[in-house]
């Protein structure tokens, strides 16, 4: 504790006397000063106790008392020591009624009492304050070091709440609650993730306090890792601003979550190397020797029924897909594998219908939907370029043909314009949304353009019949009616549609390139 007017007060060897502030004895003093000023304000930062001999000033005058003694109150002076038998014999009455009526503490010091030795009473015991924090703070340091190796990190925020009478919490890279200490903090964390989401946009090293939600408590944020984007938040409330023994607690406690963040990336590195060459194994036909390499880093991962996903960003990392997906991994203590293909794309192994997967279609719809905002405003940015396959349900030997329908679904994706595309989407629907691309509109009226040029000059309807014909199998008569004319009229009809095209309709590759063609052109 930091020196008092109390411990002053019962200091045996400065005999000092309480003339008026009785009530305020507790207040913290920060410095002891000497000033015979009559304005000593301007030279004051508020804590001090302030000593003076009232050489300079008319401390009978009680009006000039009273505004000396409110502009100390002002100032944050926390006491006002005046020395006897100097300038006064006793304190005058003028000085102590406005202590009295401010409320500013007012001790008598005797003669034999030197202000030296009252400077060094409180320096001693600041001295001795700071000693006493410094000691408490290198031993929280051990025991936060000690349950760091031995318990992990939720010891370790055990241990930091104990220190600072509080609560702690971690957050992992997407600004999800890891662990709590104690564990009725988790509601209370839980309900702080905007603002840890708030403080990892900004570059490592930053923190910010926060008021706790309803006011509860007092809530300091602190990012950790030492890259340009924060891998994780620590957060710890206390009823009041924490101090220096547990300044040095939360400051330790820092240092060893940013150590164990750093070694996990590097170990989270040697991982996905293990992945990438896992995988590589799956989609060369040798699930047994992936099974062998990865052992039991992915669990069950390699036996159950998983999903393939591959997502291209277009340019940029897909560091917010790959973010997603691991912390709902991580959350739901299920195993998934992630392998960046270069800068741009990058492939996902996991359990289907698992969290990674879910967490990979809600991040891929939230896309969509920020996508569709920005569209409508006349906005857009490179992020706007992300596009995700996701395989069928497969298992380790089919993994190369699960790659090949992540990579089909993909390709559909970027051509429609999708963030997302599942294979399945694509297996169960039909072939006709496939025919609104571009290029196989151009083929379509490029094929059916000449007869079209004939319709036009009124001299017969060869594209309609053309359609009836092909709807009704080749057969005349059926087509015919359909159309309200003759067999022989339509029999005319489609021998003008080879002649025109070149093409027989004898062959079922064109009959069904023509048909596609027609249902291409539709919707025209």
């Known amino acids: 504790m ?60 009680p009006q000039a008392m009273r505004r000396y003694v409110k502009r100390l109150v002002g100032a944050g002076v926390v006491g006002l020591g005046f020395a006897v038998g100097v300038n006064y014999d006793e304190i005058p009455e003028a000085l102590v009624d406005a202590a009295r009526q401010e409320g500013l503490p007012l001790l008598e010091v005797p003669r034999r009492t030197p202000f030296l030795a009252i400077s060094k009473a409180v320096s001693a015991a600041i001295a001795a304050d700071q000693y006493r924090a410094v000691t408490a703070g290198f031993a929280a340091q051990r025991e936060l070091t000690r349950q760091a190796l031995n318990a992990g990190p939720e010891g370790l925020l055990a241990a930091l709440a104990a220190q600072v009478d509080g609560w702690a919490a971690l957050y992992d890279a997407s600004g999800a609650v890891v662990a709590t200490a104690p564990e009725w903090a988790g509601r209370r964390a839980a309900r702080l993730t905007a603002e840890v989401e708030r403080l ?47 300044r040095y607690a939360v400051h330790s406690a820092i240092a060893l979550l940013t150590l164990t963040t750093e070694r996990s990336r590097s170990l989270h590195a040697a991982e996905q190397r293990v992945g990438t060459a896992v995988l590589r194994m799956l989609l060369a036909g040798q699930p047994d020797h992936a099974r062998a390499v990865a052992g039991d880093l992915y669990g069950g991962l390699l036996d159950a029924p ?15 897909l790959t973010e997603a997906v691991e912390s709902a991994a991580a959350r739901s203590a299920e195993a998934v594998l992630v392998v960046p293909e270069g800068e741009e794309r990058l492939v996902v192994l996991a359990a289907d219908g698992g969290s990674a997967v879910t967490a990979c279609v809600e991040y891929a719809a939230a896309r969509e939907a920020a ?23 497969s298992g380790p030997t089919g993994a190369a043909a699960a790659y090949k329908q992540a990579e089909q679904a993909l390709s559909v994706a970027r051509r429609r314009g999708r963030v997302l595309v599942e294979h399945e989407q694509l297996a169960s629907g039909s072939v006709l949304p496939l025919l609104a691309d571009d290029a196989v509109k151009a083929f379509a009226d490029g094929l059916l353009r000449a007869l079209r040029e004939h319709d036009a000059t009124g ?19 059926a087509a015919a009616a359909d159309l309200g004319v003759h067999r022989h009229t339509l029999r005319y009809r489609m021998r003008r549609v080879e002649e025109i095209l070149g093409r027989s309709l004898d062959d079922p590759d064109v009959r069904m390139e023509l048909w596609l063609a027609l249902k291409a052109t539709s919707a025209d």
Not at 459 to 477: E, M
């Open 2 to 61: 930091p020196p008092t007017l109390a411990s002053l007060v019962h200091h045996s060897a400065l005999k000092l006397t309480v003339r008026a502030g009785e009530d305020r004895l507790d207040v913290p003093v920060r410095w002891a000063h000497v000033s015979e000023l009559a304005d000593p304000v301007p030279y004051m930062e508020g804590g001090e106790l302030l000593l003076i001999t009232a050489l300079k000033l008319d401390a009978e005058d």
């Open 371 to 393: 996508r569709t905002a920005a569209t409508a405003e006349q906005a857009g940015g490179d992020e706007d370029e992300l596009v995700v396959g996701l395989s069928a349900p």
């Open 306 to 320: 998983f999903r393939m996903i591959v997502a291209d960003a277009g340019g940029e990392p897909p560091a917010g």
């Open 200 to 246: 990892r946009e900004r570059p490592a090293p930053a923190s910010s306090v926060v008021g706790g939600p309803d006011n509860e408590d007092r809530v300091e944020l602190h990012s950790l890792g030492t890259g340009r984007r924060p891998r994780a938040a620590l957060a710890v409330g206390t009823a009041a601003a924490p101090g220096t023994a547990e």
């Open 459 to 477: 001299r017969g309807d060869l594209v309609a019949s053309l359609r009836a014909w092909l709807s009704r199998h080749g057969q005349w008569d």
